[in-house]
């Protein structure tokens, strides 16, 4: 093949390495635009993630019963709890997700979830000293209650009648939106708390938050204070930061 040196073309070598470098650039720009860098997401605020439409499957605790009361059990797949089946959880390791179905009700002591808890709507959720690898997401629900509880990823829940977060952790961010009541208190949060648009009143006390803390749109607006901000506290929650 004869070669025009006078000719802009580019040698095969050239060529292989100028392709691979422009892939390499088109990654690093998506993954910006996600909000990660090389060591994970920088800014793990924004949209709240919603439930899969249709419950999961996944075991069934009870067996068909109206109740259980399950204790120093182990389960290697999801676990979803059938609507309206109330169920007792006592140092129960899930390897996968636990879904609470429409009105099931799930308190859990000790314990841990690797995946995430999907709370449906009408359905109960109330943690003590349990640990969560994944984020806790609610959807209409009527309660909540985390109490000494470590969550990795983020607490976001939607139009739910009551969240209680408390003397616990979370990784990532607490979203609480158009819901009830929240309580925030005594809480060591990685990301933003950003609580907008609830109706039963926000009470955020005593936590250290990495992130921002950002209240939008509640009526009352927030009471609390002490809590220790090492991003920005702002607009209804301006005055909250220690």
Request: glycine share 16%; proline share 6%.
């Amino acid at each position: 093949m004869h070669l025009d040196r006078n000719s802009n073309a580019m040698p095969p070598a050239r060529r292989w390495g100028a392709a691979i470098a422009a892939v390499l650039l088109t990654f690093a720009l998506a993954a910006c635009a996600n909000g990660q860098g090389p060591d994970g997401p920088q800014n793990p605020g924004g949209p709240l993630t919603t439930l899969p439409p249709t419950v999961p499957q996944g075991d069934d605790p009870s067996g068909g019963s109206g109740s259980c009361m399950v204790s120093d059990a182990s389960f290697d797949d999801d676990v979803t709890v059938p609507a309206d089946v109330d169920c007792t959880f006592v140092n129960v390791t899930i390897e996968g997700n636990l879904v609470l179905s429409h009105g099931a009700g799930v308190t859990s002591t000790g314990g841990h979830v690797d995946g995430n808890v999907l709370v449906y709507p009408n359905a109960e959720y109330s943690a003590e000293t349990t640990t969560v690898g994944g984020n806790v997401q609610s959807e209409q629900a009527t309660a909540v209650d985390l109490s000494g509880t470590a969550v990795d990823g983020n607490v976001q829940t939607v139009g739910t009648d009551s969240l209680v977060v408390s003397d616990g952790s979370v990784g990532g961010d607490i979203q609480p939106e158009d819901g009830g009541s929240v309580n925030v208190t005594g809480v060591n949060v990685g990301g933003n708390v950003q609580v907008n648009a609830n109706t039963g009143g926000v009470n955020i006390n005593d936590n250290v938050i990495d992130g921002n803390l950002q209240c939008e749109g509640n009526d009352p607006a927030p009471t609390g204070g002490g809590n220790i901000v090492n991003g920005d506290a702002e607009g209804q929650c301006s005055g909250l930061a220690a």
